[in-house]
Every structure is written in structure tokens, then in C-alpha cells.
């Protein structure tokens, strides 16, 4: 993940990285740059605790952002501010 940040990649983060068995994504997350992770739905699979096992979509983004919010001590308001800001710069939007 390091490596693939130097090369100026942006690296994704969906419903999966809140699950128990999820340490090496939490790992990445807690390392990585702020201005380098990007969220994403796995929609319709994939769902976020605490709705896992239901259909995923986009409404629950705010679970990934409450969660990656722990690893980064900001609030899930914060989280999904810096990860727009991020998919504008990514995308050039």
C-alpha cells in the first residue's frame, strides 16, 4: 500500500474494512495519507456493520466513514469531506 501511494495511487475502502477480520486494511488505513483513501459502496454486495448481510448501497457509506473515523480520531462528517475532496482531486472533477 505504501509503495502504490508513492506511485500517486489513491486506494479504496468499502464495506469490508469494519469487519472483525479486517486487521490489514485497518493497518493500510492508519497508515496511508489522509489525502489518499477513497470510499466505495461493493454495491449491492458487501454491506457495512452493522447492516452486513443485507443488500449494500450507497446509504450506507456513512458506516465506512463512522468506522474509518475510529483509525483517523475525526468524526464520520470529516472522513467523508476528506474522501470527496480526495475522489475530486482523483477523478479531476
Known sequence: AAWLVEQGMY???GGAVTYKG???AARVLAAIPHDRALLETDCPYMA???VRGTRND???I???AAYIGTLW???AQAVLDQT???AR???GV
Request: aromatic residues 8%.
Open 11 to 13: 486506494l479504496g475502502f
Open 84 to 86: 470527496a475532496a480526495n
Open 22 to 24: 479486517a486487521k490489514r
Open 58 to 60: 450507497s446509504r450506507n
Open 73 to 75: 480520531d475525526m468524526d
Open 48 to 50: 457495512p456493520e452493522p
Open 89 to 91: 482531486a482523483c477523478f
Open 62 to 64: 456513512v458506516h465506512v
